[in-house]
C-alpha cells in the first residue's frame, strides 16, 4: 500500500507527532507513506516525496510541519489564477490525476474545519480518505479536543500569568486577545488558567457597560483588572473587528483589533490606565505540551488503524477519553461553539468573573 498524507489549514503545535505517528505505524503495516507538500496545493500541483524513517525521527516535539501547509487553496474552487478577475476554478480532477500518477491507494488529511471539508469532498469523488482533527482553536465538532488546543491554552496562561505582576505593579486594566474566531474555547480555558477577571468570547456579545462597570468597582478597591479577549469578541451590535480579507480563500478572514477597540472604549470611562496585548501566531508556534504529543501520536496511529482496516470517510475523534472515529459527513462545514450554560461558563460566574 502507498499512503498519501498532508497537513492543511493553519499550522499547529502536534503536526509532526501526527505525521510521525501515522508514517511509522503504517510503516510497520509494510506500507509505503507519501508526503504531500503544503497541503491540498501540493496536491494539486504536484509536491511530494517519499517520507523514510530518518525523516520522521526526531520531529515529535517540533513546532510547525515537516510538510509545509497553506490555507488558500481548495482544488474544488481554485483562485490562483487571478483573485481579483477569475471565478474560482474546479481543478479537483488535476489534484486526484496528481493522487493517481504517484499510486496512492488513500490519503490521510491532517487539519481544521475547512480541511475537513475539502477531504470530505475528495472522499466523494472517489479518493479513500481519512481525516485526523487539528486546530488550536478546539472547535471540530464531534471530536472533545483538537491536538495543538492545549499548547495554545498553554502560551495564554503563562502570557496572563506575565501580563497579571505588571498589571498589579502599575494598577493597570491589561487586555490580552487570544486567537478564536467563532469558538471562544482559548480564551475561556487560557482565561480559567491564568487567572482572568473578565473573559470575553465571540459566542456571548459583550456589553461596553457592563466591563467598564466591573474594571471601575475593582479600581474603587485598588484592584488591577486582567482581561481574555478572543479575537472574535464582540460587542453587541459590533461586527467582528477583521484586518484583512483574503477573497478565494477558504479561510478569507483575518482578524485582530478586538483587544484595542475594547481598549480605546474602556480607557475614557476608567482612572487607570488600559493596555493591550495581542498573542497572535505565539499561540500557534512552539514545541506541543506533553497532553498535545499524546494525543496527536493516539490520532496518528488510529488514522493508520483506519487507513489498514479500509475504513475511508472518517475523522479520528476522541469522544470522552476514547479514541474513535466519526463520519467526514457529520463534521464537514459543522463547527463546536462554546455552548450557553457551559459548564466552564458556570465556573467562571461562580468565581464572580465578569462575562461581559
Ligand atoms: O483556525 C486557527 C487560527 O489560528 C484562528 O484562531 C485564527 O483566526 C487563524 O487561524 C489565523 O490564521 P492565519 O495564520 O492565516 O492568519
Known amino acids: 500500500m ?60 517540533e513546532g510547525g510541519t515537516i510538510l509545509g501547509t497553506d490555507n488558500t487553496c481548495d482544488p474544488f474552487a481554485d483562485r ?46 472517489g479518493l479513500p480518505l481519512v481525516g485526523v482533527p487539528k486546530t488550536i482553536d478546539n472547535d471540530l465538532a464531534h471530536t472533545d479536543r483538537t491536538f495543538g488546543f492545549d499548547s495554545a491554552v498553554a502560551v495564554v496562561a503563562e502570557a496572563l500569568d506575565r501580563l497579571a505582576t505588571t498589571a ?36 456571548r456579545p459583550y456589553s461596553v457597560d457592563a466591563v467598564a462597570d466591573f474594571c471601575a468597582a475593582r479600581e474603587a478597591q485598588g484592584l488591577s483588572t ?47 490606565e488600559v493596555r493591550s496585548a495581542v498573542l497572535g501566531h505565539t499561540q500557534r508556534g512552539g514545541t506541543p505540551t506533553a497532553f498535545d504529543r499524546v494525543l496527536a501520536t493516539r490520532f496518528g496511529v488510529a488514522a493508520a488503524g483506519l487507513v489498514s482496516r479500509g475504513e475511508f470517510g472518517r475523522m479520528v475523534a476522541l469522544q470522552g477519553n476514547a479514541c474513535g472515529s466519526v463520519a467526514l459527513a457529520d463534521v464537514a462545514g459543522h463547527n463546536r461553539v462554546v455552548p450557553e450554560g457551559h459548564e466552564l461558563l458556570r465556573a467562571a460566574e461562580a468565581l464572580g468573573l465578569c462575562l461581559g
Open 168 to 203: 498589579r505593579s502599575h494598577g493597570r486594566v491589561m487586555l490580552c486577545e487570544t486567537m478564536g474566531r467563532y469558538a471562544g474555547w482559548i480564551a475561556l480555558e487560557g482565561g480559567l488558567a491564568g487567572a482572568a477577571d473578565v473573559i470575553l468570547l465571540p459566542e
Open 226 to 272: 486582567l482581561i481574555c479577549i478572543a479575537e472574535g469578541a464582540h460587542a453587541a451590535g459590533q461586527g467582528l473587528a477583521v484586518r484583512a480579507h483574503l477573497p478565494g480563500s477558504p479561510d478569507p478572514l483575518r482578524l485582530g483589533g478586538a483587544a484595542e477597540r475594547l481598549q480605546n472604549a474602556l480607557q475614557p470611562r476608567l482612572r487607570s
Open 80 to 125: 490562483s489564477a487571478d483573485r481579483a478577475t477569475q471565478p474560482p476554478r474546479d481543478r479537483s480532477a488535476e489534484a486526484l490525476g496528481h493522487a493517481r500518477a504517484w499510486g496512492l491507494d488513500a490519503l490521510v488529511a491532517i487539519g481544521g474545519d475547512g480541511s475537513m471539508a475539502i477531504a470530505h469532498r475528495f472522499h466523494e469523488a
Open 2 to 61: 502507498k499512503i498519501g498524507v498532508l497537513t492543511g489549514g493553519g499550522d499547529c503545535p502536534g503536526l509532526n507527532a501526527v505525521i510521525r505517528a501515522v508514517t511509522l505505524a503504517l510503516q510497520q503495516q509494510g506500507a509505503t507513506v507519501w508526503g504531500i507538500e503544503r497541503g491540498f496545493r501540493g496536491l494539486l500541483e504536484g509536491g511530494g516525496r517519499e517520507l523514510l524513517r530518518p525523516e520522521v525521527s526526531g520531529i515529535l516535539a
